[in-house]
Each structure stands twice: as C-alpha cells, then as structure tokens.
C-alpha cells in the first residue's frame, strides 16, 4: 500500500509530517485530509489562524498527490436546514 505524508502549510510555515500513513489510494488521502483537517477545526481558539492553512499531501516521492485548504472542508447547512444561532 502506498504511504501519504500530510503536511500543514500555514502562511510561509510548514508543518512536516515525518511519518505518514499508508492509505490504498488517492482517494482515501483526500478523505483522510478532510478528516484530519475537520478534526483540527474542532478546536475553536484555532479556527481563525487555521482557515487560511492548507494540508499539502505528498507520495513517498515527496511529489504532491493533493492540496486540501482547511476552509473547503467547512461543511456548510444543506439548502432549506434552519440555521442555528
């Protein structure tokens, strides 16, 4: 199985990830970047500085399989849900 590195890209700072996962395809790395992104936006202290982070995910070439921006993994109300105030 391929191993995936997910690294956090904040403005110039760069948050390697040394170890990675293996994961079957790119398909499982973009869900695991939406679930490890989602996760680190629980926190609330972190969210503003965070939706302008990306998760860079790269292959064991260090080639760039995908970028994930922390503010598309914002799961926005579906069209006629009441929003909550």
């Known amino acids: 199985m391929p ?3 997910f690294h956090t ?6 948050i390697s990830d040394p170890t990675g996962i293996e994961l079957r ?3 499982a790395a973009w869900e695991a970047a939406r ?7 629980r ?3 972190d969210q503003a500085r965070l939706m302008s982070a990306c998760l860079v995910v790269t292959d064991a070439d ?16 579906a069209d006629g849900t009441p929003t909550r105030h």
């Not at 890209?9 to 760069?14: A, K, L, N, R, Y």
């Open 25 to 27: 395809d790119p398909d």
């Open 3 to 5: 191993r995936y590195f």
């Open 35 to 41: 679930e490890t992104i989602r996760a680190a936006l």
């Open 43 to 45: 926190h609330p202290q």
């Open 9 to 14: 890209q904040i403005g110039e700072d760069v």
């Open 62 to 77: 260090g080639e760039v399989v995908l970028e994930f921006p922390f503010s598309e993994a914002v799961a926005l109300p």
